[in-house]
């Protein structure tokens, strides 16, 4: 099969509506800007529009290649909307001498990578700005994994900026050559972002959702310190015995304790006792802008309180009048419509603040329908009981 009929066949086998197609011909300024997981990557300007983009190249003869794509692109189908997420335009094609060239067409990012723009702009940055960062970061990451993706492979070369803003990069594509890659020269340039579970299994490592969250520490603290991770270290076997040990980078002198709690949460080495990027977004909220006295920034605690105590009033009416819990919960929407607040941000305060026990009715209901959480029979068992015994009996026949 040829090139062109390789690459088309397998876009045919799938939703392709939403790719736009270019021709080559029609970019200009074209330069080299660096070479990713399977190809060159070129700076370039689309003639019609003026609009900076990235061109990625792929090889057309490597069918394995070529599902890797079309996987990727499947993936940001459903995700590069999200403003800290990099823009998928579409594909570029350029008839060669003996084939056919493929190229993704990308956002461009003006500050390149994490890395460059720590470098570069590190010693303007405030407490308000580098947690700003932090903050896009793990929305983000919060936004795939409620659509249940895994990076698998978040470092600082593929978490770029633009116009200071975070941009994730080679969502999903990363994550499945990072599974089935084990140890090669393109992963051991970033191992201290690595899962040390990756390190430890002779076998590759089914990577999660608490890899993300250990790559998403390493970070956080690289945004504290504006520096990379175990740099004075340039020997691989000295690295990876020294993470296998439970060697992690030292806290920058100045940072608020909840920043670093929350880091050195996230690069524990049993997966287990990493918190979630629900928890980790709900820390970031609250407790950490309340303890670096930040939290002027966003709403109060008494301003919350009361929301959430007349959420906890209407939900009560609405039990009295004979409302299911789903019915409630679609009246809780128009609630936070009414009161012009984001759900999940009432919803990681009451996580946070449990004030009376309908705080966790409401908190097991969430969890039990996968509303504004991610579902977990777990926490709607855990909450329930606590409801329960806080004294609102109506918790144990409350879910439909």
């Known amino acids: 099969m040829s090139n062109e009929n390789l690459f088309r066949a397998s876009l045919k086998n799938t939703n392709n509506e939403f790719i736009k197609f270019y021709d080559y011909a029609k970019f200009k300024n074209i330069r080299l800007i660096g070479s990713g997981t399977f190809g060159k990557v070129y700076y370039a300007v689309t003639e019609s529009s003026g609009l900076d983009v990235v061109l990625k190249s792929f090889d057309n003869n490597n069918?394995?290649?070529?599902?890797?794509?079309?996987?990727?692109?499947?993936l940001y189908k459903n995700i590069s909307t999200h403003n800290n997420i990099i823009r998928f335009y579409g594909i570029a094609t350029e008839e060669g001498v003996n084939d056919l060239k493929?190229?993704?067409?990308?956002?461009?990012?003006?500050?390149?990578?994490?890395?460059?723009?720590?470098?570069?702009?590190f010693y303007r940055l405030n407490l308000t700005h580098k947690l700003n960062l932090v903050q896009q970061l793990v929305d983000a990451i919060k936004f795939m994994h409620e659509k249940d993706i895994v990076h698998g492979n978040l470092n600082s070369d593929n978490i770029l900026v633009h116009k200071n803003i975070i941009k994730i990069s080679d969502v999903g594509l990363s994550?499945?050559?990072?599974?089935?890659s084990n140890m090669?020269?393109?992963?051991?340039?970033?191992?201290?972002?690595?899962?040390?579970?990756?390190?430890?299994?002779?076998?590759?490592?089914?990577?999660s959702k608490k890899s993300d969250i250990y790559s998403l520490g390493i970070l956080i603290?690289?945004?504290?310190s504006g520096r990379p991770p175990f740099e004075a270290v340039d020997q691989i076997s000295e690295l990876v015995f020294n993470i296998l040990s439970g060697v992690r980078e030292s806290p920058i002198e100045g940072t608020p304790l909840a920043y670093i709690t929350l880091y050195t949460d996230c690069w524990q080495d049993d997966p287990e006792k990493r918190?979630?990027?629900?928890?980790?977004?709900?820390?970031?909220?609250?407790?950490?802008?309340?303890?670096?006295?930040?939290?002027?920034?966003?709403?109060?605690?008494?301003f919350f309180k009361k929301i959430v105590e007349e959420l906890c009033e209407m939900i009560i009416e609405e039990k009295m009048?004979?409302?299911?819990?789903t019915m409630i919960l679609d009246r809780m929407v128009q609630f936070f419509v009414e009161k012009r607040q984001r759900p999940e941000n009432?919803?990681?305060?009451c996580l946070n603040n449990q004030i009376n026990p309908i705080v966790q009715c409401i908190l097991a209901t969430c969890y039990y329908y996968g509303k504004w959480v991610t579902r977990d029979v777990q926490k709607v068992f855990e909450f329930s009981q606590k409801s329960v015994k806080g004294g609102f009996i109506e918790s144990y026949n409350w879910l439909d």
């Open 184 to 207: 090669t020269n393109n992963l051991l340039k970033n191992l201290p972002y690595m899962d040390p579970k990756c390190l430890q299994s002779k076998y590759p490592y089914e990577i």
């Open 102 to 121: 493929s190229f993704l067409v990308f956002e461009y990012a003006d500050s390149g990578t994490l890395s460059a723009y720590l470098q570069i702009n």
């Open 275 to 302: 918190p979630n990027i629900q928890e980790v977004s709900s820390l970031i909220n609250y407790k950490i802008l309340q303890q670096s006295g930040l939290f002027t920034n966003v709403k109060s605690y008494e």
């Open 321 to 325: 009048k004979g409302k299911t819990a």
């Open 221 to 224: 603290w690289m945004i504290s």
């Open 63 to 74: 069918a394995a290649i070529v599902q890797e794509i079309i996987d990727e692109l499947k």
């Open 175 to 180: 994550g499945r050559f990072y599974k089935t």
């Open 346 to 349: 009432i919803i990681d305060w």
